[in-house]
T-cell receptor, first 111, second 114 residues
Framework: SQTIHQWPATLVQPVGSPLSLECTVE??????LYWYRQAAGRGLQLLFY??????ISSEVPQNLSASRPQDRQFILSSKKLLLSDSGFYLC??????????FGPGTRLTVL | SQELEQSPQSLIVQEGKNLTINCTSS?????LYWYKQKYGEGLIFLMM?????EEKSHEKITAKLDEKKQQSSLHITASQPSHAGIYLC??????????????FGSGTRLSIRP
């Protein structure tokens, strides 16, 4: 069966520090991968998605970037965090036409 | 861009009562997804609807898609405390499913009063 992992589960970082969040999927091949952010009291905002290794599409201009170095690995990064980057980051995977499944999320607090 | 509106934003119901949550799109729905989220946790997939008029049920939860009206509803019968949480609807942005994205509404927070 397929599983999706996110690491770390929680993170507290100072403003201006770098960021690296990791998402890995097991039990499937060539999935579409997605990064979402959920700010407090708000819905999910799609940040990035990838249909294959090295292929990244950005949805909104921002302080973040994404990379897909391997088929089942998706990384969210930043060189310098802003206060506004705080939120709950969710990774998701989907095969074409099918259901989309989410990871457990990473709660990021930027101080 | 396509937007999804959910109503109500929050809902408090007495245990045992029925309830309905609505999701409306400003554009054509190519696929509609319902998820449940507990605070601080990931999203749990409930149901996916793809065809106009489609209806699916799982335990006490029923979801319907009215493609002509660009609307979906989620109905819970005889609500229980375990139904409490945030319900989110998501919709695929295009019909080409391999590259399409899913965008989400802002969610409906459901509380069950014992």
């Amino acid at each position: 069966s397929q599983t999706i992992h996110q690491w770390p589960a929680t993170l507290v970082q100072p403003v201006g520090s770098p960021l690296s969040l990791e998402c890995t999927v097991e039990g499937t091949s060539n999935p579409n991968l997605y990064w979402y952010r959920q700010a407090a009291g708000r819905g999910l905002q799609l940040l990035f998605y990838s249909v294959g290794i090295g292929q990244i599409s950005s949805e909104v201009p921002q302080n973040l970037s994404a990379s897909r170095p391997q088929d089942r690995q998706f990384i969210l990064s930043s060189k310098k965090l802003l206060l506004s980057d705080s939120g709950f980051y969710l990774c998701a995977w989907r095969l074409a036409g099918n259901e989309q499944f989410f990871g457990p999320g990473t709660r990021l607090t930027v101080l | 861009s396509q937007e999804l509106e959910q109503s109500p934003q929050s809902l408090i119901v007495q245990e045992g009562k029925n309830l309905t949550i609505n999701c409306t799109s400003s554009k054509t729905l190519y696929g509609l997804y319902w998820y449940k989220q507990k605070y601080g946790e990931g999203l749990i997939f409930l149901m996916m609807l793809q065809k106009g008029g489609e209806e699916k049920s799982h335990e006490k939860i029923t979801a319907k898609l009215d493609e002509k009206k660009q609307q979906s509803s989620l109905h819970i019968t005889a609500s229980q405390p375990s139904h409490a949480g945030i319900y989110l609807c998501g919709a695929r942005t295009t019909g080409y499913s391999s590259a399409s994205k899913i965008i989400f509404g802002s969610g409906t927070r459901l509380s069950i009063r014992p």
